[in-house]
């Protein structure tokens, strides 16, 4: 934007300045042309009056009046008395001094490297005389090349003001706009506390206002909705407490210790969703997780039923801990969600593999595997009684981290749940949060 307006500035401005310029310089020519012929009228006629002093004195008169005049002490004064020698140094042609001496008039005529002057003189006796004042092109021009200098410079002053100008004016509007882009840039990577001071043209300011009020009104919307889901996690107590009285009253065993810790856990899940739910969206810090601390934790609440169920299982890598930038709640759910797909849509006895690493979370299973990955990932399209929820979270929370999920078939000839990683989203680990104790 500030090179147009320095481009357009420059353009409006050389096309004023040609246009006064031009014409200018123009009459400084004319101007110095017509000073140096004032000078040569008045040679000729300081001459004429001393031809009128000298007129029947003789030629020693007539030579020492031609020198007493600037112009014939320079010598480019002339004389010419009809039939008569030439007195001074003349530059016209004779031609010339005979036309104006027949017209009576004078005249200025062209001369080898300039012009030359000529006024007729009548002298007593009805004598006629042509008194000649020669001017050099160079006396013509006299101070044209130091006008037309200045007026060049007074131009470039002119151009470059104005570029200056419109530069300054620029880089305020470039940099009202600079900020707003700026507030909206980090608005949409996550910053909900960006907003724009107002400030610029009035179109601008009232651009910023607007993204502020649209800002707010999103904050607001997003406290709105997670108040929603927290009320609607509370409300999910109420029948858990029943059933952790019925589990309760189970008698002591595997089955009944799975199940009070299966409701402890749910317990806990359901207490961070409404903690969480019920923070403001604008308070929210980014937070980072070791994705191999949550495997292990999950794993060990899956692996109690996969022996029930007589799974066959393993773990491959996590001996180096994996920074993602995402919330412990949120990578939990995706490693859930991961996992529990494959107790849910595989049949008892069904083994299936984990593989942590920098590059990401892969679960591969030995099940019947996923004949349109692309379906599975609609939400309530996702067939088989699903309502594709599951992989819709995981697939989020890959984004969330900079990384994206892919679903294809396993070398178990099974389904493959990835959770693809990007290098970059792990270059520098974060700060280490603090472990969430698990039952």
Not at 113 to 123: E, I, N, P, S
Not at 154 to 180: C, E, W, Y
Not at 273 to 289: G, K, L, N, Q
Not at 308 to 319: A, C, E, I, L
């Amino acid at each position: 934007m500030r090179n147009a307006l320095m481009r357009l500035s420059f353009a409006i401005t050389s096309m004023i300045a040609l246009a006064f310029l031009v014409p200018l310089a123009y009459v400084t020519k004319e101007i110095a042309h017509d000073r140096a012929l004032a000078e040569a009228r008045y040679q000729a006629d300081a001459m004429v009056a001393a031809l009128a002093s000298t007129s029947g004195n003789g030629s020693g008169a007539l030579d020492r009046a031609v020198a007493t005049v600037p112009a014939g002490q320079s010598g480019r004064l002339a004389v010419h008395l009809l039939g008569e020698p030439t007195v001074g140094t003349s530059h016209a042609a004779a031609v010339e001094v005979d036309r104006a001496a027949t017209q009576g008039r004078s005249l200025t005529v062209d001369a080898p490297g300039g012009v030359a002057y000529l006024q007729t003189v009548v002298l007593d006796g009805d004598r006629t005389a042509v008194v000649e004042v020669y001017v050099s092109d160079a006396d013509l021009g006299r101070g044209v090349g130091a006008a037309w200098l200045a007026l060049a410079g007074l131009a470039v002053v002119l151009i470059g003001g104005s570029i200056l100008v419109a530069d300054r004016l620029g880089a305020q509007i470039v940099r009202s706009t600079k900020r707003l882009a700026d507030g909206a840039r980090a608005f949409g990577d996550g910053d909900l506390h960006a907003r724009v001071e107002p400030d610029g043209p009035p179109e601008l300011r009232d651009a910023a206002r607007s993204f502020n009020r649209m800002a707010d009104q999103m904050v607001a919307f997003a406290d709105a909705e997670r108040e929603l889901a927290a009320d609607l996690s509370h409300r999910l107590r109420t029948p858990l407490t029943a059933l952790r009285l019925d589990a309760d009253a189970m008698p002591p065993g595997p089955i009944g210790e799975r199940m009070r810790q299966a409701f402890d856990a749910l317990d806990d899940e359901i207490e961070q969703i409404i903690t969480t739910a019920r923070r403001s969206a604008a308070d929210r810090v980014p937070e980072s997780t070791d994705l191999v601390e949550v495997v292990a934790d999950r794993l060990a609440f899956w692996s109690v039923l996969a022996e029930d169920q007589q799974r066959p299982w393993r773990v491959v890598g996590g001996q180096e801990p994996v920074w993602v930038p995402v919330a412990e709640s949120d990578l939990v759910s995706a490693v859930d969600c991961m996992l529990g797909n494959v107790f849910q849509h595989t049949p008892e006895g069904t083994g299936f593999e984990v593989h942590v690493s920098p590059h990401g979370l892969i679960v591969d299973d030995a099940g019947p595997g996923i004949t349109d990955p692309a379906r599975a990932l609609r939400r309530g399209s996702s067939g088989a009684g699903s309502t594709g929820l599951g992989l819709d979270i995981v697939r989020r929370v890959a984004e969330t981290a900079g990384g994206r999920l892919v679903v294809e078939r396993s070398p178990l000839r099974g389904a493959r749940v990835a959770v693809v990683l990007e290098p970059v989203a792990l270059t520098a680990p974060p700060p280490r949060p603090q472990r969430r104790v698990v039952r």
